[in-house]
């Protein structure tokens, strides 16, 4: 059983940084991709950004050029720097992972979500 435990939410103001981190632990052959979605009050859950085991970076149009995606030097660790943040990246940010149990399964699991208050 893989689980991805979050760390980093909290409450800042507009204009601030956080960091998010996500850590994945369990019976891993390969990470494929891990990723942070985001969900915010009314609304359906969006990627935020991602990352391939390659180094393969993928964000959403809202966050380019203030958040940064980046892996660990712990393979199956994941970071979301989020720069200049505004109210509307106020949601709850989960962490995402696709892996491979043995080369011929393959996996999706969810971390529990850190929360994310930007104030204005």
């Known amino acids: 059983q893989v689980q991805l435990v979050e760390s980093g939410g909290g ?6 940084s956080l960091r998010l981190s996500c ?16 969900q915010a009050p009314g609304k ?6 991602a990352i391939t085991s390659g180094g393969s970076t993928n964000y959403a149009d809202s966050v380019k ?5 980046s892996r660990g030097n712990a393979k199956n660790t994941v970071y979301l720097q989020m720069n200049s ?6 949601g709850v940010y989960y962490c995402n992972a696709l892996y491979r149990p043995s080369p011929a ?16």
Do not use: H, N
């Open 11 to 16: 409450l800042v103001q507009a204009g601030g």
């Open 23 to 38: 850590a994945a632990s369990g019976s891993i052959f390969s990470m494929d991709a891990m990723g942070w979605y985001r």
């Open 44 to 49: 359906q859950r969006e990627l935020v950004a």
């Open 65 to 69: 050029g203030r958040f940064t995606i």
């Open 85 to 90: 943040l505004k109210p509307e990246d106020t």
């Open 105 to 120: 399964r393959y996996l999706e699991v969810w971390g529990q979500g850190t929360l994310v208050t930007v104030s204005s």
